[in-house]
């Protein structure tokens, strides 16, 4: 079986081995900033109940967990958070609703992560006597396809495996388009690993930024002299965008560590496609 190892930085050869092998050097950002501080002298401190349709609720039911359709989805690890109240004065809806849409896709793209992963790891179920690790799932898939020519490409949050599936329908060892449907959910899982490890760090800086700007955001309300009746209801609004940005932003970490650890695994379990390569 020949296989090609290729990085982005040049090529060596390898003695002895037809593997043409590339360090590309750091994998991982190492950038963390500083969480946000939760306490800020805006909107701050006790908050009055007010009765109208922008405020807080009236009743006890404020206690409760929000309900599923008011919450951005999130998987079993506790990424789900509330969605952004709507707030009158645009600009401000606006720099809200955009940090939703950013943090829904990055969330998305991590659970499509998971998904993928899960797709992968189950086709080997059987042979893996549940062990499900994804070293294990390598070694199997390589004694699947025998023969077969492959090329392991590496980018700086991501492997590919290039191959040609008219190659894999006549030298496969078992179903070809078992193989075909691991490769590809393969590469579909690093290719959201590496849409989560390329947004994360930024997505987090925003929010910071927007995190940090409650002061003008209090003179903006002043100066927008809403009615008597809407002022409470956006001045509540606002503080619980602000606590839900917070939790975006926890969330965040939590993704990152959990993908950084994956593609440290998917970095170290793909050295295994050479097992037939000496």
Request: proline share 4%.
């Amino acid at each position: 079986m020949i296989i090609k190892w290729q990085l982005l930085t040049g090529i060596h050869v390898v003695k002895y081995v037809n593997i043409k092998y590339v360090n590309m050097g750091c994998c991982f950002s190492s950038e963390n900033g500083l969480e946000p501080s939760s306490t800020s002298s805006l909107l701050s401190g006790p908050q009055r109940k007010y009765v109208d349709n922008t405020g807080p609720p009236s009743s006890a039911r404020q206690y409760r967990p929000p309900d599923r359709k008011d919450t951005i989805p999130g998987d079993d690890d506790g990424l789900v958070v509330s969605k952004m109240k709507p707030i009158v004065i645009q600009s401000m809806n606006k720099a809200f609703q955009d940090h939703e849409k950013l943090y829904d896709d990055i969330s998305k793209s991590y659970q499509d992560m998971l998904n993928d992963l899960h797709s992968f790891k189950s086709a080997f179920d059987e042979e893996s006597s549940g062990i499900l690790e994804m070293a294990e799932c390598v070694r199997i898939l390589v004694h699947r396809y025998g023969q077969t020519s492959l090329e392991v490409r590496r980018r700086k949050y991501c492997v590919q495996i290039i191959f040609s599936e008219e190659t894999l329908m006549k030298n496969s060892l078992k179903d070809p388009q078992e193989i075909i449907s691991s490769l590809k959910h393969f590469n579909s899982m690093n290719k959201h690993l590496e849409i989560v490890l390329k947004d994360a760090h930024s997505i987090q800086n925003s929010i910071r930024i927007l995190l940090k700007d409650k002061e003008s955001m209090k003179l903006q309300i002043i100066k927008e002299d809403l009615p008597v009746d809407q002022g409470p209801g956006v001045v509540y609004n606002v503080i619980e965008n602000m606590r839900t940005l917070e939790n975006m932003h926890k969330n965040i970490d939590v993704i990152k560590k959990k993908s950084e650890a994956q593609l440290k695994d998917v970095i170290e379990s793909s050295k295994g496609f050479f097992e037939n390569a000496k």
